[in-house]
């Protein structure tokens, strides 16, 4: 029997590195959310124990908690694994509550993928911002003869929707989607500590505008 919550530890000294001050001591929080039959449950289980398992008995969101490092950085995670049955109310809330998004379609389900934009419509709504941390997740890409989406189309869904793109299987391999999670990290990590040189850019332009302003309003006396 597979545990719903599980708890995976691989932060640390792991590999003998050192583990640099962490930017963002809270956990990070990321939904997961799609289509039905898009492989949601497949990916989160896949992410946390490395194993695809083909079928799951779920009927409601789990939340499953695990940590990594990240550049080197012990990052806690939560992950809120949605079914496509949530209540409109408990997708709202999990929205609120998440620092970053997994949009996940199915390469063989053109219905899931047109789903997408009135999903991260919402996102933005609630979130009220356009830049909110999301990876949009083609999958099921081993299925190739049913396939109902091209590379291209995900690729331009994810451009016009500010989301980055990743497509893969989550049958096939646990590198790609550890790949697509980690990058979600690095977005959500980013977004809320800028890198210090991209604070500094910010800095030298608050000057600047901040010189500005004085100067006019010394000129206006
Ligand atoms: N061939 C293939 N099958 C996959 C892949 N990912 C998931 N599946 C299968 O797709 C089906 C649905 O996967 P789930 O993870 O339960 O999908 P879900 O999005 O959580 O489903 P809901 O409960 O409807 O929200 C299962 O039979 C999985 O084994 C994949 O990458 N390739």
Request: proline share 3%.
């Amino acid at each position: 029997m597979f545990f719903l919550l599980c708890r995976v530890s691989h932060a640390g000294t792991e590999s003998g590195l050192v583990v640099g001050p962490r930017r963002n001591m809270a956990p990070v929080k990321v939904v997961i959310l799609g289509g039905q039959n898009t492989g949601k449950t497949a990916l989160c289980v896949r992410f946390v124990t490395k194993r695809f398992i083909g079928e799951y008995d779920r009927k409601k969101e789990v939340t499953y908690r695990c940590s990594r490092l990240v550049d080197q950085e012990a990052v806690e995670l939560e992950i809120l694994d949605m079914t496509h049955k949530s209540s409109a109310a408990s997708l709202e809330s999990s929205i609120r509550w998440a620092d970053g998004f997994l949009l996940v379609y199915s390469i063989t389900q053109r219905l899931s993928f047109l789903e997408v934009p009135q999903l991260k419509k919402l996102i933005d709504q609630t979130k009220q911002s356009l830049v909110v941390p999301t990876v949009l997740v083609a999958n099921k890409a081993d299925l190739e003869i049913g396939r109902e989406v091209t590379t291209e189309e995900g690729q331009k869904l994810a451009k016009d929707l500010r989301c980055s793109f990743r497509e893969l299987s989550v049958a096939e391999t646990s590198v790609s989607v550890e790949a697509a999670v980690l990058q979600l990290i690095r977005l959500v990590l980013d977004q809320q500590h800028p890198l210090p040189d991209r604070r500094s850019y910010m800095l030298t332009v608050r000057h600047a505008l901040t010189r500005k302003l004085i100067r006019s309003k010394t000129m206006q006396w």
